[in-house]
Each structure stands twice: as C-alpha cells, then as structure tokens.
T-cell receptor, first 114, second 115 residues
C-alpha cells in the first residue's frame, strides 16, 4: 500500500521554466491538498480539492495552478517558476473533508529555482 | 488571524531526558489539535490528535499531549527520549467543525537527541 506518492522527489529549474508536480493516492480518499514548507514557516496550503472535479485556493495560491485529474491524482503546476517558489512541496489526502481528520502526506518534492 | 505558535525552534536533549514541546493557538472556539512528526528525509506522520473527550491524549512511540483549554495550549511530552526521536515536530489546529482546508500549522520544532 503506497499511500501518497509524489513525483519527482527533486527538481532544479531555471527562472521562467514551467513544471508540473504529480501526486497520486491509492487510499480512495476524497480530498487532496498541496502545501509548501519553508524554513521557519511550517506548512502553508497552496490549493486543495475537496472532491473530484473541484479545486479551491488556499493561503498561498499565487503562481500556481492545480488539476484534479481524477479521484486518485492531483497535480500542481508552476507556469513560470520564480526563485521565491524554491521550497519543499507536500501533497496530502484525507478520506472526507472534516477538520478532525488527520492528513496522509507524501514524501515531498524538493524544488529549487535558480 | 488565527495562528499556532511553537516557541521552541530547536531543542537539543540527551538520551533519556524528558521532553516537552510547547504549542499555543489563538482560536477561541472548539478546536481539533494535531501533532505531526517529520523524520529526516521523510514525510509528515501523525503522532497524535485531539478533538474531544479526555484532554490527555496518548499517541505512538510513547508520546502524549495535554489539551489545556484555558491556556490555549497542546503541549507534547515524552518522559524519556531516544536518539530515534530526532525529527521535526509540527503542531496543527483546525477550528472545530471546519473543513481540513482551514488547518494551520505551527512553524515546527527541530529536536536533536545526543546519543
């Protein structure tokens, strides 16, 4: 049982390049989330999808787009990468949407923008 | 705006020492509380959670946390740490009955254990 799988694990981009981070979960979860983790700032929500076919902005959505391709997959796209987007990106999922439910996280994607 | 504060940014302990990591939040109503752990190079994992009932919550690997409503706190404790507890620890809060998208994470506490 793989849980939440993120690809790639590491990536280096030049400013202005585009890239899509992939996330897939095999737990039949309804809700999926994208976070970024920066030193001293914890995790901040970028976008989320409460169910297949819906997406909503989180705390820091600027510069990103998302696609909920199907129930399993939720991708994050950087259209024109900027150095400020250098971060570790985590995908997470839960079975419902309730705030009492713990999230299941992927291993993260470490992204560097030069 | 709601916030979660973890005042200890880096804690260094020797093996067998007792641990207490602070977590305070600013929301005044019902809350759901979580502690997550991130071992080096790994993803975040749930240590324990509280959303109702006994305010003393026991989690995995000998960790426990106490919810003190009057102090808006949810401190993490372990009586005797091991080298394998070296990790980063995150406190997180969602307002009661809200969706998981309202979760707020603290900035994390890095725990280093000297063998």
């Amino acid at each position: 049982n793989a849980g939440v799988t993120q690809t790639p694990k590491f990536q280096v981009l030049k400013t202005g390049q585009s890239m899509t981070l992939q996330c897939a979960q095999d737990m039949n979860h309804n809700s999926m989330y994208w976070y970024r983790q920066d030193p001293g700032m914890g995790l901040r929500l970028i976008y989320y999808s409460a169910s297949e076919g819906t997406t909503d902005k989180g705390e820091v959505p600027n510069g990103y787009n998302v696609s909920r391709l199907n129930k399993r997959e939720f991708s994050l796209r950087l259209e024109s990468a900027a150095p400020s987007q250098t971060s570790v990106y985590f995908c997470a999922s839960i079975t419902g949407t309730g705030g009492f439910q713990p999230q299941h996280f992927g291993d993260g994607t470490r992204l560097s923008i030069l | 705006a709601q916030s979660v504060s973890q005042h200890n940014h880096h804690v260094i302990l020797s093996e067998a020492a007792s641990l207490e990591l602070g977590c305070n939040y600013s929301y005044g109503g019902t809350v759901n509380l979580f502690w997550y752990v991130q071992y080096p190079g790994q993803h975040l994992q749930l240590l324990l959670k509280y959303f109702s009932g006994d305010p003393l919550v026991k989690g995995i690997k000998g960790f426990e946390a106490e919810f003190i409503k009057s102090k808006f706190s949810f401190n993490l404790r372990k009586p005797s740490v091991q080298w394998s507890d070296t990790a980063e620890y995150f406190c997180a809060v969602t307002p009661g009955y809200s969706s998981a998208s309202k979760i707020i994470f603290g900035s994390g506490t890095r725990l280093s254990i000297r063998p």
